[in-house]
């Protein structure tokens, strides 16, 4: 990720692309490196499954600052403090925002904080999924996040994210990022691309695309819990780099 001289990252995309278990590894991973005060706002107002919302132990332990406003049945509400802490210089922001142009219109009043020099938005696409599977479907989504966030084009580092979850091996990543950087090829180039941590060190030596290894905190309800130890116990590669 292209992190000089930038302190807020907004990370945007279609509905089930990875954004906000990307956005939590950022979060965390710049509270280790103690520099400012991280404060991470989750935006999703459009699904109650896998809400960054639910990781307050998780961010209270890093030192991660939570902001979020409770919802009542179906109504959306906003959270409250977004421009204060974008102007803010001593603090780091991440806003996590909830999927497609619906989610992405919550962040539409803060358009002439987010397009300015100190700001990164990682549009995040996830090859493995029928949106983003097609430079069509990819621009369409697009072109209705963009209108209703009022985010400048040119403002967008594209985030490979070729994933199934737990059970993503390394060729499904380095199959799935050949495709994406394919598709995107005539158009863009992908800033850098996301891999499960247990996977890092293998897929670095395969890949020339900057790599961002990711911790997968969202937990899976459905798996049963000797899976989820299983992806534990794995072994991960101290030279972890954004």
Not at 147 to 166: C, E, T
Not at 175 to 183: F, L, Q, V
């Amino acid at each position: 990720m292209q992190m000089d001289g930038k302190k807020n990252f907004v990370f945007i995309g279609e509905t089930g692309s990875g954004k906000s278990e990307i956005a939590v590894n950022l979060a965390c991973e710049l509270a280790k490196r103690g520099e400012r005060k991280v404060h991470f706002f989750d935006m999703d107002m459009t699904k109650p499954l896998f809400r960054s919302r639910d990781l307050q132990e998780e961010f209270d332990r890093m030192g991660v600052g939570l902001h979020y406003e409770r919802q009542f049945a179906d109504a959306p509400t906003m959270v409250g403090g977004v421009p204060y802490y974008l102007k803010k210089e001593d603090s780091y922001v991440i806003l996590d925002v909830g999927g497609d142009h619906i989610g992405a219109r919550l962040v539409g009043g803060y358009g002439a904080y987010l397009n300015q020099e100190n700001t990164a938005v990682c549009y995040v696409l996830n090859p493995y999924r029928p949106w983003s599977d097609h430079m069509d479907h990819i621009d369409e989504t697009l072109g209705r996040i963009l209108g209703v966030s009022h985010i400048r084009l040119d403002k967008l580092q594209m985030i490979s994210n070729p994933n199934n979850g737990y059970s993503t091996t390394l060729e499904e990543f380095l199959e799935g990022n050949r495709r994406m950087k394919e598709i995107l090829k005539p158009y863009a180039e992908v800033a850098f691309s996301c891999v499960r941590e247990e996977l890092y060190s293998q897929a670095k030596e395969k890949t020339e695309t900057p790599l961002m290894p990711v911790h997968l905190y969202f937990k899976y309800e459905w798996l049963p819990k000797e899976t989820e130890a299983s992806e534990a116990d794995f072994g991960t590669d101290s030279s972890r780099r954004i």
